[in-house]
């Protein structure tokens, strides 16, 4: 929504403004600005009380708060700009008295009307009739899980969740397996209850009882004479809940019977509801449909919910050429362009039904058709965005920016959930209260989960703690969530850059696919998200366009040298860029930056660059350096750098910390000091790499008290370093450690990882207690020969992983027998061990264990000598003298 996103931009600039910069400020202009924030918070306040009541002031209070917003930043960077030359007082007190007064007007309009609206209104329902049994193509896995839940054990009352986006077809699920026959012979009665947004407690339970009542008489009856109950039950619309409640469930009292509640946006309706359903013991089932993940676990956690999944290309089109020719087939020449258009559907059961409406109207003609095919998306715009936008309108206020930003990424991008965080906090999406235990990235994260429950963000993967690594929308959702995007004036995606001039007037946000910015003339821009970048404007003319940039993410472009125009973005808090040079000082200029992302321009010519979780170096790696003026930036949160950096020390005196600094990687050769310790106490994230192993005080990282992930590479002697207590995750790379130290190390951790020879030694053996936290476990790249441990020496271990550990022959047949444990991932490696991890997949599977999952892949690479010969000419012409070229009359691993 971007009246709430406006106005909590806005709120953090008045703060930041009255607490870090009114020395610029006269004393009018001070108070000026501190009424503002005053208004402003109650404006936010509002909006979240009474979203209903909000709906037609969110236009004027977005345009109000940009106005306020771009005065300070405008007054705040001429300041900056030119330090000689004042800006006038007189004007921008006349402009911030202007814009208090219109929020001292409509805040006084919302407080008038505002107590008539003492809840929470709820937005009508809007619902997709079931499509009948021919509707299930690609449900039949759907349908037998669902079915064996209904009618297998336990025989107590259970309720079973299905969850999934809107148009996944979760209704029409539950109706075949309501309407099927071994459903209809198993329970005594059967009831479908249609919830929707539009909830009324009473309504529900009179629905529950007429259910029933109309079920019996049909079976005594018949339908004639059961169609009167109905006028009969609207006699007891004034009689209390609680008397239709003890109704209904002596009713169901001694039955089986089966209760299908569809479409259910709120846990009231759950708590409203649970005491009328009796648990017998009789194997009765309530089936719930939902697309809000926390619904689907409310009820009994214990219990885990049906997920939809989209459909594949497959039954994407059976489905569309099922409704489309019914029992006929399909002509051979509209067999290609019909499976284009399915596939188009990009797997959502409702988008291929309504495209199949389209095409049952229209000659079946292959021009017809193509005609369609390059207008799919349009011709099931309007129906699909109705059902879509109540998963949006259903949003609270302040998850809604959020989830309108994501559609800044391009079609089908796979988006990092950590880039993602870091935008939102530049943003200033997050409610952060003041004395919150929490994070802002941590705060940011619930608030991905909370899309990822509501099924509008899609998990493409996640991390080993289990928190979401990568994410992504459907084609469908980032159509809705552009277009709602646009009408609120929020967020502009840039597709021509011929249109760019066009409509660019007071935009805020902007994304576009762009080799060229040149066109691109809008003053009020605070975020811009450039993904096939080639060069910015000169540094005069950039500055005056994007003044205001608050936002500068370029990746999509390299640069040998870092671009100087830049530094002259006061405003700016997030900047990533692709470059291959030094950052020069004159960073320091930009006091608001708190996040910092460096990738290289051009990885592959560099020695030093990262590539799967590796760098090769050697004492001659090249490196670049961070400016001393790095010390003088508190705001910065996160430095991220994908190449090789040396950090300067602090300069003497320094006593100002980075208190917010929570990322830092990765940095070469860091000389660990008091000192330094002293200026990132807060450090939560680090990766370093060493060239030796001496003269670093490794020991000292000891005192890194919020250190909770670290990565190091080089090799580093364990007897060395000593790690902090709050330590969670670390990798090692190309270290000096014996088997025997990993006991040391592995008391404290959840995951930990060996890479690249870390551990040397032919055998490895635990005892208990050693791991009583480790999930996580990957050893990649080992000599290790023999592993001797028991079950009990990983309590908790739910993922183990092993690559290129080709002496190892064996995995111990107790890890099988950890009860945490969900997977065991082989890779590249030998043919006995692949057997003894089969073995355990087929022994646990004996005992019933059906939940560990094995995973086996051996690719193998043979190379010839005429092979290996232009392997070895490839790594001298490129200079990557820490390319490896392996070759024996074995087979190698790729």
């Known amino acids: 929504m971007a009246a709430y996103a406006a106005l909590a931009s806005l709120s953090q600039t008045t703060h930041l403004t009255i607490n870090k910069h009114k020395s610029h400020f006269s004393i009018v202009a ?20 009474f979203p209903q009541k909000s709906k037609r002031w969110e236009v004027k209070m977005r345009d109000v708060a940009h106005e306020a917003e771009d005065i300070i930043k405008q007054y705040i960077s001429q300041l900056s700009y030119n330090r000689w030359i004042r800006p006038s007082n007189v004007k921008f007190e006349d402009q911030l008295s202007n814009v208090s007064q219109k929020l001292c007007l409509m805040a006084g309009d919302l407080i008038d009307d505002g107590p008539a609206h003492s809840r929470l209104a709820v937005s009508s329902s809007s619902r997709v009739a079931s499509t009948g049994n021919s509707a299930v193509v690609g449900l039949d896995e759907d349908l037998m899980a669902i079915k064996d839940r209904l009618c297998g054990y336990p025989s107590k009352l259970q309720v079973i969740p299905i969850v999934g986006m809107g148009g996944i077809g979760k ?73 239709i409640a003890e109704t209904v469930y002596k009713k169901l009292k001694g039955r089986r019977y089966l209760i299908v509640m569809d479409d259910v946006w709120s846990t009231k309706v759950w708590d409203d509801v649970r005491n009328i359903f009796p648990n017998d013991g009789n194997g009765s089932r309530i089936l719930l449909t939902t697309r809000l993940g926390d619904i689907a676990t409310y009820p009994y956690s214990n219990s885990p919910p049906h997920v939809m999944r989209f459909m594949d290309d497959s039954q994407s089109w059976d489905l569309l050429k ?78 809604r920016p959020c989830f309108l930003f994501i559609g800044v990424f391009p079609e089908d991008e796979i988006i990092r959930a950590s880039r993602l965080i870091k935008l939102w906090v530049a943003e200033g999406f997050l409610k952060h209260q003041n004395g919150c235990s929490k994070s802002l990235e941590e705060e940011a994260e619930e608030y991905l989960e909370d899309l990822v429950k509501r099924n509008l963000v899609t998990v493409t993967s996640r991390k080993s703690d289990g928190k979401i690594k990568c994410c992504s929308l459907h084609d469908m959702v980032r159509d809705l969530c552009i277009r709602k995007a646009l009408d609120e004036r929020f967020l502009r995606v840039v597709v021509d850059s011929h249109l760019v001039r066009q409509g660019m007037i007071n935009e805020r946000r902007i994304s576009f696919k762009l080799s060229d910015i040149g066109n691109i003339w809008c003053p009020t821009i605070h975020t811009m ?38 530094f002259e973005l006061f405003h700016l808090r997030y900047l990533a860029l692709k470059c291959s040079s030094s950052i020069p ?26 590539w799967k979780g590796h760098w090769r170096i050697g004492e001659d790696v090249s490196y670049l350096s961070l400016p001393l003026e790095i010390w003088r930036m508190p705001q910065l949160r996160h430095i991220v750098l994908y190449d090789l950096y040396m950090l300067p020390h602090p300069p003497d005196g320094s006593n100002l910390p980075l208190v917010n600094l929570q990322s830092l990687s990765y940095i070469i050769d860091l000389v660990w ?168 997949n087929e022994d646990q599977q004996s005992y019933g264990n059906d939940t560990l999952r094995v995973r086996v892949s051996h690719y193998f690479l043979s190379l010839d000598d005429s092979l290996v010969e232009l392997a070895k000419k490839i790594k001298e012409s490129y200079g990557n003298y820490n390319l490896r070229v392996l070759a024996d009359d074995e087979h190698q691993f790729d």
């Open 30 to 49: 001070e108070e000026k600005i501190r009424s503002i924030h005053e208004y402003v918070i109650f404006l936010l306040s509002f909006l979240q009380d």
């Open 585 to 610: 000082s004159v960073i320091s200029n930009l006091m608001n930056l708190q996040t910092l992302i460096i990738l290289p321009a051009f990885p592959m010519f560099k020695t030093s660059y990262k």
């Open 673 to 840: 000091t008091e000192q330094i310790l002293e200026m990132i106490p807060n450090v939560k994230k680090l990766g370093l790499v060493y060239r030796s192993n001496k003269g670093y005080h490794f020991h000292l990282l000891k005192h890194l008290n919020q250190l909770e992930k670290l990565e190091l590479f080089g090799r580093v002697e364990h007897n060395l370093i000593t790690f902090p207590r709050t330590l969670k995750k670390l990798t090692l790379v190309g270290g000096e450690f014996p088997w025997g130290d990993m006991s040391i190390i592995g008391s404290l951790l959840q995951v930990l990882k060996l890479l690249d020879y870390t551990c040397y030694g032919d055998t490895w053996e635990t005892t208990d207690g050693e791991f009583p936290q480790l999930r996580f476990l990957l050893i990649e790249g080992s000599a290790l020969q023999h592993w001797i441990t028991e079950s009990s020496h990983f309590p908790r271990l739910q993922c183990l992983v092993l690559r290129w550990c080709r002496n190892l022959r064996e995995i111990p047949v107790s890890i099988g027998e950890i009860p945490t444990l969900e997977l065991i991932e082989v890779e590249y490696c030998n043919e006995c061990l692949e057997k003894s991890v089969k073995q355990i």
């Open 171 to 243: 209704t029409t699920l539950a109706r075949n397996v309501y309407d099927d026959l071994l459903t209809v012979e198993h329970f005594h009665i059967r009831v479908w209850l249609t919830v929707s947004q539009d909830y009324n407690a009473q309504k529900v339970l009179l629905d529950v009882l007429h259910s029933i009542n109309l079920f019996e008489q049909r079976m005594c009856l018949g339908v004639e004479d059961s169609m009167v109950l109905r006028e009969e039950q609207m006699h007891r619309e004034e009689t209390d809940d609680s008397t």
């Open 529 to 566: 998200l450039c993904f096939r970048l080639r060069s910015f404007p000169s540094s005069p003319e950039f500055v005056r366009r994007f003044r205001l940039l608050r936002i500068l993410d370029a990746m999509g472009g390299n640069s040998k040298e870092f671009p100087s125009q830049v």
């Open 322 to 399: 099922g409704k489309v020719f019914a029992n006929n087939n399909c002509p051979p020449q509209l067999e290609h362009v019909g499976k284009e258009i399915a596939r188009s559907c990009a797997g959502l059961p409702l988008a291929v039904v309504l495209v199949a409406g389209f095409l049952s109207a229209v000659n079946k003609t292959h021009s017809s058709w193509e005609e369609i095919s390059k207008n799919v998306n349009p011709s099931v715009g309007e129906e699909l965005e109705r059902i879509l936008s109540l998963s949006y309108t259903h949003l609270p206020h302040h998850l």
